[in-house]
């Protein structure tokens, strides 16, 4: 009999295979299934990485797990000009194999010990929970330091703007949360995947100088390329911030030997340089939103915060399993909010990912 003690046993469902039923009604439609479910990329990849890619194909050695000086330049440069973020340098920018392998490893990586806290937002990427308990952490789920208790969490996970709510914190927030952490020495994870992709006013960075003051001690933004640069097949991400805990999870991945492919490095060079690609696909998703949160609205759902990254957080008061019903009878699939925490159970998720010609059925169909 094994002595092993399965990992899996201790985590939660897969959230995508609790909604397979729904998937299948969706697909039954006699136009197709348009699936608005997960947030993956549909549109091309800009030709400028593409060729990248290619041009950095015959590399045959072994790249290191810190990537290329020019990978690392090339986010110090993209934070600033993209974000406004200063005070970086190459000792900053870790790349990553995708932003969720990272997540889901930056709590055991970093040390927490088990039985600590790990705090995650109220609703929340599933990820977070996953990477708690990996390294045997006790989650809490609070937006407000006030609601942290008489816990002090080693690790605090923001994710501004959010995924599934679109909410963006404010300055005022994220300044708070970064100075509770600094007095009792906390790590706050910023998770800023769609720092990008704002429609309604601007969204800051944990490491922009009007939220830390310029110090980023203690902080860890994550960004990912997946959305801005249609990337998601590419696994390419990259961590910044404060030099010391890079340095860290640097010496944890090494021995790990969780390595960004060249060829991917390369691409992320060029995708992180030009700015141009991501001006284009930002507007192709706000033209989506427009369109498609018209028509959500028009048949009796109400939009609730939104107002950045790839997603409608919506609901008209019923189950979010019930909603996910209704959209499916009409050949749509979205997410339900109770994958992403309790206080999601009234909300379904909207993602924008979809070709035009698939957003421009969802409207018609939500408007029959």
């Known amino acids: 009999m094994s002595r092993l003690n399965p990992v899996s046993a201790g985590l939660p469902d897969f959230p995508w295979d609790t909604i397979s039923g729904a998937k299948k009604l969706a697909g ?4 197709g299934i348009v699936d608005l479910s997960v947030g993956t990329p549909v549109d091309p990849v800009d030709a400028v990485i593409r060729e990248a890619l290619a041009a950095s194909s ?13 990978l690392r330049a090339a986010a110090v440069g993209a934070l ?10 190459e000792s900053s920018i870790l790349p990553v194999i995708g932003t969720k392998e990272a997540i889901a490893g930056l709590p055991a990586q970093l040390g927490v010990p088990a039985g600590d806290t790990v705090v995650i937002p109220e609703v929340a990427y599933p990820t977070y929970e996953v990477g708690a308990l990996l390294a045997g952490a006790a989650p809490r789920r609070a937006d407000a330091v006030a609601d942290y208790g008489d816990t002090v969490p080693a690790v605090i996970f923001v994710n501004s703007p959010s995924n599934p709510t679109g909410a963006v914190l404010s300055v005022d927030h994220l300044r708070g949360v970064v100075e509770w952490a600094r007095e009792h020495g906390s790590v706050v ?3 800023e995947c769609y720092l990008g992709l704002t429609w309604e006013g601007p969204a800051h960075s944990v490491l922009h100088p009007d939220v830390c003051g310029g110090d980023h001690t203690g ?30 999870l640097l010496a944890v991945r090494k021995h790990a030997g969780m390595i960004v492919p060249f060829p991917i490095q390369g691409a992320t060079v060029a995708a992180l340089n030009d700015d141009g690609h991501v001006d ?20 009796g759902f109400t939009v609730d915060r939104s107002e950045a990254g790839l997603y409608l957080w919506t609901t008209r008061g019923d189950d979010s399993r019930a909603s996910l019903d209704w959209f499916a009878e009409r050949g749509i699939l979205v997410a339900p909010g109770d994958f992403y925490g309790p206080s999601g159970a009234k909300h379904v998720r909207i993602a924008l990912t979809a070709t035009d010609e698939r957003i421009g059925a969802a409207v018609a169909r939500l408007g029959a």
């Open 219 to 248: 902080l860890i933004a994550v960004h990912s390329l997946s959305k801005v640069s249609n990337l998601a097949s590419y696994r390419a991400g990259f961590l910044a911030g404060d030099r010391a805990l890079i340095a860290e």
């Open 189 to 191: 994870v910023s998770d």
């Open 58 to 70: 015959e590399f045959p050695g072994y790249p290191a797990t810190v990537g290329t000086a020019a």
């Open 80 to 89: 600033e000009r993209r974000f406004s973020i200063t005070g970086l340098d």
């Open 280 to 299: 284009a696909q930002r507007e192709r998703y706000r033209a989506r939103r427009d369109r498609l949160k018209a028509a959500v609205e028009a048949a």
């Open 28 to 31: 039954s439609h006699p136009d």
